[in-house]
Nanobody, 116 residues
Framework: VQVVESGGGLVQPGGSLRLSCVAS????????MGWYRQAPGKQRELVAI?????????DDSVKGRITIFRDRDIRKNTVYLQMNSLEPEDTAVYYC?????????WGQGTQVTVSS
């Protein structure tokens, strides 16, 4: 399974970004898809996950500001991370992970920088 993120960049505080993650494979609907982030000098942490069946979970620090959702066209094999009201503390490399049973597949990451 190949996982490719896109959509990162530089944004001002209070701004928005939408990250995209495409995962290969014909059973995308069965993957648990997660977004994680790693800031300089910190451990990688979970931001949000999308579980088959529609349930989602978020880290408390992003609730109300960030939304994970899958493209309605399942053929696109894409999950998004809509980020609003961004703060400098959101600056990090954002990684997407596809999980199927005991297998985890990571993307290379996309940099998000929140700065004025």
């Amino acid at each position: 399974v190949q996982v490719v993120e896109s959509g990162g960049g530089l944004v001002q505080p209070g701004g928005s970004l939408r990250l995209s993650c495409v995962a290969s494979g014909r059973i995308f609907s069965m993957y648990t898809m997660g977004w994680y982030r790693q800031a300089p000098g910190k451990q990688r942490e979970l931001v949000a996950i999308s579980i088959p069946g529609g349930r989602t979970n978020y880290d408390d620090s992003v609730k109300g500001r960030i939304t994970i959702f899958r493209d309605r066209d399942i053929r696109k094999n894409t999950v998004y991370l809509q980020m609003n009201s961004l703060e400098p503390e959101d600056t990090a490399v954002y990684y997407c992970k596809a999980k199927f049973r005991d297998y985890n597949f990571w993307g290379q990451g996309t940099q998000v920088t929140v700065s004025s």
